[in-house]
């Protein structure tokens, strides 16, 4: 069984800063993707980033490009995400995800993911 957990999230005002971090269970944590995903009240869950087993490949969703930073310490079986100018509409829970499937390249969408954390609150005040 493969366990995540999510922490570093909180209460932060607009244009600040909060680094989410996620720590793996599993040994075998540099054989996956790692991805991070996002849902606010009353709407679906959305892709926000995500990053191959080395590191080498990452991708961002739209709305963060530029903003948030993936990243990862095989090491520390943990994988980050750097949440800089954060704004009202980065409200959400956020949740780190593994897929074992495909380590090379990491999925944009929910259903690529076989392991889910139980994610962690983000809430951005104007």
Known sequence: QVQLVESGGGLVQAGGSLRLSCVVSRRTFSSYAMGWFRQAPGKEREFVAAI??????????????????????????????????????????????ADLNYPSVPSVVAPGYEYWGQGTQVTVSS
């Open 52 to 97: 191959s087993w080395s590191g080498s490949i990452t991708f961002y969703a739209d709305s963060v490009k530029g903003r948030f930073t993936i990243s990862r310490d095989n090491a520390k079986n943990t994988v980050y995400l750097q949440m800089n100018s954060l704004k009202p509409e980065d409200t959400a829970v956020y949740y780190c995800a």
